[in-house]
């Protein structure tokens, strides 16, 4: 099995100190209190239960991965915005992000930035609609904004 590389600095009696965590080599945040949890666990347990510790939180980090999507807001609006949930990115993967985004936009493009916003129908004899109209918002492409989903895709 591959390292995980992990290190870490911290003083030997004061497990507040523990800081510059690193798993594979890149900086992995903690907030305070695990990191003084970490140097309890190093200084009560030693070191191998603390890389134990260490190797948990990272692997339970990596299952709540974060997806996010971007849309555009809607011309005239500060709150209204349109996305698609089909596409959507990891995170912290800016590559992807930035596809999404190209997408998104291309999208937007072909369709004259606008955006159907609802259909309305007078209804006629035996209830049938006898004009049918749809209603069209524009959308601003020089606004995007990020939308973090709850869950994941396949969630």
Same mark, same amino acid.
């Given at each position: 099995m591959r390292s995980m590389r992990i290190s870490y600095e911290m003083y030997r009696y004061a497990p507040e !100190?523990? %800081?510059n965590l690193r798993v594979y080599g890149k900086s992995?945040?903690?907030?305070?209190g695990a990191r003084q949890? @970490?140097?309890?666990?190093?200084?009560?347990k030693g070191g191998d239960a603390c890389i134990a510790e260490i190797k948990r939180l990272y692997r339970a980090s990596?299952?709540?991965?974060r997806y996010c999507?971007?849309?555009?807001r809607?011309?005239? !609006?500060? %709150?209204?915005?349109?996305?698609?949930?089909?596409?959507?990115?990891?995170?912290?993967?800016?590559?992807?992000? @930035?596809l999404v985004y190209k997408e998104f936009k291309q999208f937007m493009?072909?369709?004259?930035?606008?955006?159907?916003?609802?259909?309305?129908?007078?209804?006629?004899t035996d209830y049938k609609p006898e004009?049918?109209?749809?209603?069209?918002?524009?959308?601003?492409?020089?606004?995007?904004?990020?939308?973090?989903?709850?869950?994941?895709?396949g969630a």
């Open positions: !100190s523990f %800081r992995f945040s903690l907030d305070a949890r @970490l140097g309890y666990i190093h200084i009560t990596l299952r709540k991965r999507t971007i849309g555009f809607l011309k005239g !609006s500060k %709150r209204e915005y349109c996305f698609s949930r089909e596409l959507q990115a990891d995170e912290g993967d800016l590559h992807e992000k @930035l493009l072909e369709q004259d930035c606008k955006y159907a916003e609802y259909t309305s129908a007078i209804l006629g004009h049918v109209e749809t209603h069209y918002q524009q959308v601003d492409i020089t606004r995007p904004v990020k939308i973090y989903f709850v869950d994941a895709k």
